[in-house]
């Protein structure tokens, strides 16, 4: 990871919601902060992810420049904080709703390709990114 940045999100290109929130923190990363790396890019390299692509497309994950992760609702919230959303981040953060969230949130990455029309897939998904070993590419739009 590129030590200009305080966040990598790993992120489905490819799944058209998570594009969406992914595009909405593009924007309101002003300042460079996040890290974007899209799973589905030609770029994708597993190797250099530190995770598999299995793990990494279960659901959204995230990893901090000290090299430590986040996954889910917890990233959800930290790349909130980055892009100067705070009132999301401590909305989820509520101690009454977090676990609302967390469990949507694990329904819809249980459920996401069924939801977004694409059917899941197995060992198959993302075997030719896997293979070319090029570095991970940073995606900005």
């Known amino acids: 990871m590129n030590n200009n940045h305080e966040l990598e999100v790993f ?3 490819a799944c058209p919601l998570c594009r969406k929130e992914i595009n909405l ?3 309101r990363d002003r300042a460079g902060r996040i890290l974007f790396t ?3 890019g030609p770029g994708f390299c597993e190797k250099s992810a530190g995770k598999t692509y299995a793990e990494l497309m279960a659901r959204i994950h995230g990893r901090r420049s000290d090299g430590s992760w986040l996954e889910g609702i917890d ?3 930290a790349l909130y904080d980055l892009c100067h959303i705070p009132f999301l981040s ?3 953060n509520n101690r009454f709703l977090n676990p609302i969230f967390r469990a949507s949130y694990a329904l819809f990455a249980r459920y996401r ?3 977004t029309g694409r059917k ?3 060992e198959a998904c993302g075997i ?3 293979i070319s070993g090029t570095a991970l590419s940073e995606t900005r739009g």
Do not use: K, P
């Open 11 to 13: 992120f489905d290109g």
């Open 25 to 27: 923190l593009m924007r």
């Open 38 to 40: 899209d799973l589905a």
């Open 75 to 77: 990233l959800f919230s």
């Open 90 to 92: 401590s909305v989820m």
């Open 113 to 115: 390709l069924t939801l």
């Open 120 to 122: 899941a897939c197995g």
């Open 128 to 130: 030719q990114n896997r």
